[in-house]
T-cell receptor, first 116, second 113 residues
């Protein structure tokens, strides 16, 4: 089946620093990728839709200047949490849609971010 | 309003027993419904995808049913194993769109020895 990877799997950083999370589709091309955030015992919340070669579309309430998204290739999207604060600590999950089949979204394993 | 509701919120069963999880949705128009398994600290993994015309679909010990008339789905797990302990999430994309999935809050299943 389709595989989506995320790196790093977990990261601890100091408040005020920036953290970059990578999302890769390993065996398929993904024109569209999605970034979610999940707090403990809560549902996944869509943050933004990442489109290859164009600007990301952010959900209401998500600061685009704080959560920078770059989708420079058909297999890679990155999410950069800028000037991270403790309240940004969460589980970040990406998903990718197979461009060829337009099949369901395949989710990555997630990245646990802890901001001290 | 597009919503997906799941019950129970949590469930504890003994290893080897069967269980059924419920999902009710009010998403319209409807195209498909998906069940995902999410282990703690991991991303969701797809179990089944059911379209409007499908009533039941199996994936190993997992069997999903769909009643498009009553807008209900269930996920039945047979002969549960310890590794089945996870959150099971019901997801419906509105209008068949692949983005902006509507997520249920999930059912947290704990299988005890």
């Amino acid at each position: 089946g389709a595989v989506v990877s995320q790196h790093p799997s977990r990261v601890i950083c100091k408040s005020g620093t920036s953290v970059k999370i990578e999302c890769r589709s390993l065996d398929f091309q993904a024109t569209t990728m999605f970034w979610y955030r999940q707090f403990p015992k809560k549902s996944l919340m869509l943050m933004a839709t990442s489109n290859e070669g164009s600007k990301a579309t952010y959900e209401q309430g998500v600061e685009k200047d704080k959560f920078l998204i770059n989708h420079a290739s058909l297999t890679l999207s990155t999410l950069t949490v800028t000037s991270a604060h403790p309240e940004d600590s969460s589980f970040y999950i990406c998903s990718a849609r197979d461009t060829l089949t337009q099949e369901t979204q395949y989710f990555g394993p997630g990245t646990r971010l802890l901001v001290l | 309003k597009n919503q997906v509701e799941q019950s129970p919120q949590s469930l504890i069963i003994l290893e080897g027993k069967n269980c059924t999880l419920q999902c009710n949705y009010t998403v319209s128009p409807f195209s498909n419904l998906r069940w995902y398994k999410q282990d703690t600290g991991r991303g969701p993994v797809s179990l089944t995808i059911m379209t409007f015309s499908e009533n039941t679909k199996s994936n190993g010990r997992y069997t999903a049913t769909l009643d498009a008339d009553t807008k209900q789905s269930s996920l039945h797990i047979t002969a549960s194993q310890l590794s089945d302990s996870a959150s099971y999430i019901c997801v419906v994309p509105p209008g068949g769109s692949q983005g902006n999935l509507i997520f249920g809050k999930g059912t947290k299943l704990s299988v005890k020895p």
